[in-house]
């Protein structure tokens, strides 16, 4: 046989070494010629495989939903403050992109995990809730600064709706559900966020297109994908920030005394 000299990288998602560059396979003219969207080039690269229409959607709606939410999250003031500092368009961008994390727009990961092992354990949302809080961990996917009860949040009724229309299942976002029914109870700003929504419909995606196997479903959970969602999203965001308070020749930030209380 073939004697081969042992590489250093080992890569399975993209081959650019013939007449045109391949994902997972398939051809830059096939994804032009067919109509391929941003869905089914995430599908390809990071899931190694073409997914149905309705998950391609769903993939896209999760994008263009959080592609922002204003100037003063976490993320938005950081890129906002740093482009005002002088600084370049990546340098703005990636003072943005690292405020994501457990308490903002990465707790997808997170809320999948916890979602998924109470739903197949079969706890209650009673047993999950009160199973978090004696062990000191706030659940991920719940409570907004600004979201409550009376204030629902758009993006995550968007993204059930479109779920239950086209979804061959919602069991995890129902459960999600639930579980928001028994923190809603506590207290009124502890509803299903966005990173909820997003953690437990793509469970139900997962499952229900039958296009992964159980392992399959366990390895994405496991290593992480979604956040990747909400990092892709919030870049679009982040970057228009950054072009804003440059058009705008903002000049250096200071944040002001007053909003600092000084004490010892
Ligand atoms: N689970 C259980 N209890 C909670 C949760 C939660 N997820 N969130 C708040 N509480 C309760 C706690 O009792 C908290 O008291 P503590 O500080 O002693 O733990 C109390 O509510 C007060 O919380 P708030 O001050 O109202 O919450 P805050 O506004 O500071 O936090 C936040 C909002 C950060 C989103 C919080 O709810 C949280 O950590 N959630 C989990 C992480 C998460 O899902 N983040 C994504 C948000 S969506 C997005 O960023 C796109
Ligand atoms: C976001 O998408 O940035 C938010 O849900 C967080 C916030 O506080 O608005």
């Not at 869905?39 to 998950?55: A, E, H, N, Q, T």
């Not at 003031?77 to 600084?87: C, D, E, F, L, P």
């Not at 639930?178 to 966020?193: H, R």
Request: glycine letters at 10%; hydrophobic letters at 35%; a positive charge.
């Amino acid at each position: 046989g073939k004697v081969r000299a042992p590489t250093h990288i080992i890569s399975t998602i993209s081959d650019d070494r013939g007449e045109e560059p391949c994902y997972a396979g398939v051809p830059m003219s096939t994804i032009i010629e067919q109509g391929f969207g941003v869905g089914d080039v995430i599908s390809l690269l990071w899931f190694k495989r073409s997914l149905p229409r309705y998950c391609t959607q769903f993939i896209e709606m999760c994008i263009m939903l959080c592609a922002d939410h204003g100037p003063c999250v976490s993320g938005a003031h950081n890129s906002i403050v740093t482009a005002r500092a002088g600084k370049d368009l990546v340098s703005s961008l990636v003072s943005g992109l690292l405020t994501i994390g457990p308490r903002f727009g990465g707790a997808i990961d997170d809320a999948a995990r916890y979602f998924k092992d109470a739903y197949d354990r079969g706890l209650t949302p009673y047993e999950f809730v009160e199973g978090m809080k004696k062990k000191g961990i706030r659940v991920p996917g719940i409570g907004h600064r600004i979201k409550s009860r009376d204030n629902r949040d758009k993006r995550v009724q968007l993204l059930q709706k479109y779920a239950h229309t086209h979804f061959p299942s919602v069991k995890y976002m129902e459960y999600a559900v639930q579980v928001e029914t028994y923190t809603l109870s506590k207290a009124n700003n502890l509803v299903l966020n966005v990173d909820g929504a997003i953690g437990s419909l793509f469970l139900d995606l997962l499952s229900g297109s039958g296009m992964f196997s159980k392992q399959e479903i366990d390895e994405i959970v496991e290593i992480g994908y979604l956040n990747g969602l909400f990092v892709l999203a919030r870049s679009i965001g982040l970057i228009g920030h950054t072009f804003d308070q440059k058009r705008l020749k903002q000049p250096l930030y200071r944040h002001p005394w007053e909003d600092v209380l000084y004490t010892k």
